[in-house]
């Protein structure tokens, strides 16, 4: 036999193995991604049900909101709130809150 004929036949058995295994690979990869595919759509699926189940309607009695209220300049702090001190306070925490409760009053 000549080289050609050699190589050529070397050629041939090569991808006779090599092409089976190539094609089997690439058909498990896409059958896994189909799978994938399948699995995420499922999951959407379930969500958008759990979504739909707990979702409310909403109803305003008085129609739509057209003016917001006006916000308080501050807030009372309620006296639990400033601790143990009981009747004595901080000479810094005594002179914010007359300077809070002035401009209150202003």
Request: charged content about 20%; some cysteine; overall charge positive.
């Given at each position: 036999?000549?080289?050609?004929?050699?190589?050529?036949?070397?050629?041939?058995?090569?991808?006779s193995a090599?092409?089976?295994?190539?094609?089997?690979?690439?058909?498990?990869?896409?059958?896994?991604?189909?799978?994938?595919?399948?699995?995420?759509?499922?999951?959407?699926?379930?969500?958008?049900v759990r979504?739909?189940?707990?979702?409310?309607?909403?109803?305003?009695?008085?129609?739509?909101?057209?003016?917001?209220?006006?916000?308080?300049?501050?807030?009372?702090?309620?006296?639990?709130?400033?601790?143990?001190?009981?009747?004595?306070?901080?000479?810094?925490?005594?002179?914010?809150?007359?300077?809070?409760?002035?401009?209150?009053?202003?």
């Amino acid at each position: 036999m000549s080289k050609q004929t050699t190589f050529t036949l070397a050629c041939v058995v090569v991808l006779s193995a090599l092409l089976p295994g190539v094609a089997g690979y690439l058909s498990a990869r896409l059958e896994a991604l189909e799978a994938a595919e399948r699995n995420l759509q499922a999951l959407e699926a379930r969500l958008h049900v759990r979504e739909a189940r707990d979702t409310r309607p909403v109803s305003f009695p008085g129609g739509p909101c057209l003016r917001t209220p006006a916000t308080p300049r501050f807030q009372q702090v309620p006296a639990i709130a400033l601790g143990g001190y009981g009747k004595r306070l901080p000479d810094w925490l005594a002179g914010l809150l007359r300077e809070v409760g002035r401009s209150a009053r202003d």
